[in-house]
């Protein structure tokens, strides 16, 4: 018999939650109990960086098993520019880009000071928030890396709400009203980011207000959806398309056949904070006979035709940006990155990782999923799209009429 305090990942409960157990039904005994909760303690540590100069917080983070080279690659996610040559300093001493912080028991934040004169935030982005019916100003926000998730967190702690419409105040229940938010005609996406408008000006956001489902339901793919997925492999890249990697900060190019778990690729994003992410897993697909439709997108983009590409704001099925051709393919890719910026830069063109929503058009299938967890354990979109039991080496076009839940 299996005890399951044993199964109980400690680690991941809150922390008054953990007790001192002692159980007679198995060997969870106090010992055992203290060495996991070592682990813990050694598992995720609060990280600031300060300007060394100025005093000004550049990071607040959780990192989990931190070196001095996470925080680095904190910092340049976060946009923090020269982040990948800085002088980075712990009680005033230079540790190596492989020591782990130092542990500084639970509560604690380690301190990292930023010594390099360059330190500088990335470029705060405005946003005017404006209704798209009527175009009154709702709300004006400062977003400090531009991403959608701050301007939605600032509308919520501005308790922004539609205009003239019933909230309970005239004796009506009180409604939740969820909001679409739109840049031009492009709906934003949790994850997305945002820049200053053309002129410098700030960027104007249109909101759309819906009443809030209870629980959200598939939204059905668009009849359009069946001709984007010909029967054979379904969504891929050839081996002899080329991503971009950064070795040493400098950009390399990669055959796909040629990149490995690990390697940091371009995404093709405009959001500095979001320029690279690392190979989380490579999904080889053996293409059945040996050939397979694919479509040219420029002399390093070769893509199964259809796999989505961005156009403008728009993603498209490459079959519906050149012509499919019968081409002789021993193996096909598909990657997955770490973290939710699911896009890869390949000979030029943004390309669908696995993981990303692509629009109505391509609706909500498996290839919004991901079978790899991003980094924080209690991540609200990997809750809903992480999905380790998926093998995207096997999807057949028939199962992409399955449809699953949105985020
Ligand atoms: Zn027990
Ligand atoms: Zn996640």
């Known amino acids: 018999m299996f005890c399951s305090h044993l199964l109980k990942p400690l680690w991941f409960k809150p922390r008054q939650a953990r007790t001192r157990e002692q159980h ?92 390099t004169e360059a330190a500088r935030l990335p470029e705060s982005v405005q946003v005017e928030v404006r209704e798209a019916m009527t175009g009154e100003l709702l709300h004006e926000a400062t977003l400090r890396l531009g991403l959608v998730s701050e301007l939605r967190a600032s509308l919520a702690q501005a308790s922004v709400g539609p205009v003239g419409r019933p909230d309970g105040t005239d004796g009506a229940p009180a409604k939740e009203w969820e909001m679409t938010l739109l840049l031009g005609e492009v709906v934003l996406q949790s994850d997305g980011c945002l820049r200053c408008g053309e002129d410098g000006g700030p960027a104007v956001v249109h909101v759309v207000w819906g009443e809030a489902k209870k629980t959200p339901t598939p939204r059905p793919a668009s009849t359009r959806s069946s001709h984007c997925w010909p029967s054979g492999n379904t969504n891929c890249i050839t081996g002899d398309s080329v991503a971009m990697v950064l070795i040493g900060g400098k950009e390399m190019p990669r055959l796909m056949e040629e990149l490995r778990v690990g390697d940091e690729v371009l995404t093709g994003s405009p959001c500095p904070s979001q320029r690279q992410r690392r190979v989380g897993r490579i999904w080889r697909s053996v293409v059945p006979g040996g050939k397979t439709e694919v479509v040219q997108l420029s002399s390093d983009c070769r893509l199964t035709s259809n796999h989505p590409a961005i156009t403008g704001d728009r993603w498209l099925p490459a079959a519906s940006l050149g012509l499919p051709v019968l081409s002789p393919e021993e193996f096909v890719y598909g990657i997955e990155l770490e973290g939710h910026v699911d896009t890869i830069l390949i000979g030029g063109v943004v390309c669908a990782g696995l993981g990303v929503y692509c629009g109505p058009d391509f609706g909500w299938n498996v290839y919004t999923r991901k079978a790899i967890h991003c980094e924080d354990l209690s991540c609200n979109k990997c809750k809903i799209a992480f999905d380790p039991s998926i093998d995207f080496n096997s999807i057949k076009a028939s199962d992409l009429g399955e449809m699953y839940t949105p985020y």
């Open 24 to 115: 007679q039904c198995c060997s969870f005994n106090r010992g055992l109990s203290l060495v996991l909760r070592m682990r813990a303690a050694a598992t995720r540590v609060n990280v600031e960086v300060h300007a060394a100069r100025t005093g000004t917080v550049l990071l607040p983070a959780e990192l989990i098993h931190p070196t001095m080279a996470r925080v680095r690659q904190a910092l340049e996610n976060a946009g923090v520019s020269g982040s990948m040559e800085a002088k980075l300093l712990i009680d005033g001493q230079e540790l190596e880009d492989s020591q782990l912080l130092p542990d500084f028991g639970k509560g604690h934040t380690a301190v990292v000071q930023f010594a």
